[in-house]
């Protein structure tokens, strides 16, 4: 039986950073879903039809992580045809074995509602903007103004809203280090293995 880890939480909270984390430590394997709708958004045209045929390589451009891919990913990932094409996908890559980790908003709640570990992890507002300005060298305030409406986009679509699951672990990393973060991520799988 192979092991699924859901990751969930707004922009740049730290999720994808206690994923990999997660993900080398147990052999598991990992998935940015964040990189399907980012990679839909950067394909252009029709959504729908982007979605259907996303292939591994769209997933590698290196254009995917600038706060306007990250926008039109939110833009995109708010159509409910999109998020089914997605579906599949996303699942049978969770059930791999050993086990697998999956990042993104909606990984506990719809995509895989039985996983072994949900988390939701989050972090003020500033300290998300901060690094995730750090990380792809943007602007601090442009890019805590795009992290605002990106969360308020995906909280606020019916299709499969960023909120936590009834039996998430919420994690809030604003005063943790990384590795902070990532003990008390790897302590919640230890305990469920
Ligand atoms: O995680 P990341 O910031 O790369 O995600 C980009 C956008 O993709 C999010 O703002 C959200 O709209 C969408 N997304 C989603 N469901 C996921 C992962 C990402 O709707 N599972």
Redesign the pocket.
Known sequence: MSFTIAI?GP??SG??TIARAIARRFGFHHL???????AV?ARGGDPVAAARALTGADLTRDD?RSNE??QA???V??IPEV?DALTDF?RRFAAQEPGAV??????GTV?CPDADLKLYVIASDEVRAQRRAAEIGADPAATLAALRE??A??SARSA?P?RPAADAVILDTTEMSVTDAVTRAIAEVRARL
């Open positions: 969930d922009a740049a999720k994808g940015d879903t964040g990189l399907l709708y980012r958004g995917l891919a990250g990913a939110s833009r990932a708010a998020r996303q999956l990042d993104g908003r909606d990984i995509i990106r969360d986009r995906d499969a960023l």
